[in-house]
């Protein structure tokens, strides 16, 4: 079992930055790929960027050049810096986990709400 908590959400003015933080617990040496995700009111939830166990990252196209994703393994911590920051980011935000030998994010965090005003 893989737990997860995310962190570091709040209400911020457009093309300001806010960092997330997903602290994972449990079997962490059974993850392969830490990824982030959002949901915004009315609309199905998002993939935003992942980073791979050998630190290889992808990102969706519209924050490409505005956010990073790292992953700090001593502290099983996972993080997304957000800069430059459109209201059209505001959304949940969730932090998910997929074990080695599955092709699924099978470990959902809870969630941290980010609001950006224009």
């Known amino acids: 079992q893989v737990q997860l908590v995310e962190s570091g959400g709040g209400l911020v003015q457009a093309g300001g930055s806010l960092r997330l933080s997903c602290a994972v617990s449990?079997?962490?040496?059974?993850?392969?790929?830490m990824g982030w995700f959002r949901q915004a009111p009315g609309k199905e939830r998002e993939f935003v960027a992942a980073?791979?166990?050998?630190?290889?990252?992808t990102y969706v196209d519209s924050v490409k050049g505005r956010f990073t994703i790292s992953r700090d393994n001593a502290k099983n911590t996972v993080y997304l810096q957000m800069n430059s920051l459109k209201p059209e980011d505001t959304a949940v935000y969730y932090c998910?986990?997929?074990?080695?030998?599955?092709?699924?994010?099978?470990?959902w965090g809870q969630g941290t709400q980010v609001t950006v005003s224009s």
């Open positions: 998910a986990a997929q074990r080695l030998g599955v092709k699924v994010y099978d470990s």
């Open positions: 449990g079997r962490t040496f059974s993850i392969d790929v």
């Open positions: 980073i791979r166990r050998s630190g290889g990252s």
